[in-house]
Nanobody
Framework: QEHLVDSGGGLVQAGGSLRLSCAAS????????MGWFRQAPGKEREFVAA????????YYADSVKGRFTISRVNAKNTVYLQMNSLKLEDTAVYYC???????????????WGNGTLVTVSS
């Protein structure tokens, strides 16, 4: 059975950094676009970043552009989200996602990770 396991969340001060990981198992996700979404308390889940199956193309929400970097290592079936210059408003549960279609659209997501909580404090 296919699984996406998210990890790397935690408590960090504003201005700090964290790296999230998404480990895939049960199948090879090298042909899937991969991405990250997040859901803050009381808000709807939103797109954060995505990377094409080859890793040659990346996409970011305006709110994280220049601060977050998505990457993948297909040989390890793993996707990363490096988050720098974290802000209070980055506090959310972060979910990894995989899709064979446009992954920026939540309805296109084929697989979801379990989520990892990121809390940014002042």
């Amino acid at each position: 059975q296919e699984h996406l396991v998210d990890s790397g969340g935690g408590l960090v001060q504003a201005g700090g950094s964290l790296r999230l990981s998404c480990a895939a198992s049960g199948r090879t996700f090298s042909s899937y676009a991969m991405g990250w979404f997040r859901q803050a308390p009381g808000k709807e889940r939103e797109f954060v970043a995505a990377i094409s199956w080859s890793g040659s193309n990346t996409y970011y929400a305006d709110s994280v552009k220049g601060r977050f970097t998505i990457s993948r290592v297909n040989a390890k079936n793993t996707v990363y989200l490096q988050m720098n210059s974290l802000k209070l408003e980055d506090t959310a549960v972060y979910y990894c996602a995989a899709s064979l279609r446009s992954i920026a659209v939540q309805e296109n997501v084929d697989y979801w990770g379990n989520g990892t909580l990121v809390t940014v404090s002042s």
